[in-house]
Nanobody, 122 residues
Framework: EVQLVESGGGLVQAGGSLRLSCAAS????????IGWFRQAPGKEREGVSC????????YYADSVKGRFTVSSDNAKDTVYLQMNSLKPGDTAVYYC???????????????WGQGTQVTVSS
């Protein structure tokens, strides 16, 4: 059974940090791209970051570049999203997802986690 389980969300003050984890199982982790998405209330889901587990290449949305860092521990089949200098605008449910092809659009991701809430207070 394929599973992606996010953890690490919570409530933090503006300027603070959180580290999200995405633990994967049930598929070949090293062959996949793992993306982080977020959805704020009343807004569409948007891509935040992505990492290739084969070569370590990364992608960041402009809104988080310089503040968020994505990394992967292939030995643990886990991807992390380190979020620093958090802003109230970062408040959303954060999802991780796995794609066999690329860090692309949402439809390219086959597997999704259940999401974890991140709330940044001002």
């Amino acid at each position: 059974e394929v599973q992606l389980v996010e953890s690490g969300g919570g409530l933090v003050q503006a300027g603070g940090s959180l580290r999200l984890s995405c633990a994967a199982s049930g598929f070949t982790f090293d062959d996949h791209f793992i993306g982080w998405f977020r959805q704020a209330p009343g807004k569409e889901r948007e891509g935040v970051s992505c990492i290739s587990n084969s070569d370590g290449s990364t992608y960041y949305a402009d809104s988080v570049k310089g503040r968020f860092t994505v990394s992967s521990d292939n030995a643990k089949d886990t991807v992390y999203l380190q979020m620093n200098s958090l802003k109230p605008g970062d408040t959303a449910v954060y999802y991780c997802a796995a794609s066999p092809s690329s860090c692309g659009l949402e439809y390219q991701y086959d597997y999704w986690g259940q999401g974890t809430q991140v709330t940044v207070s001002s």
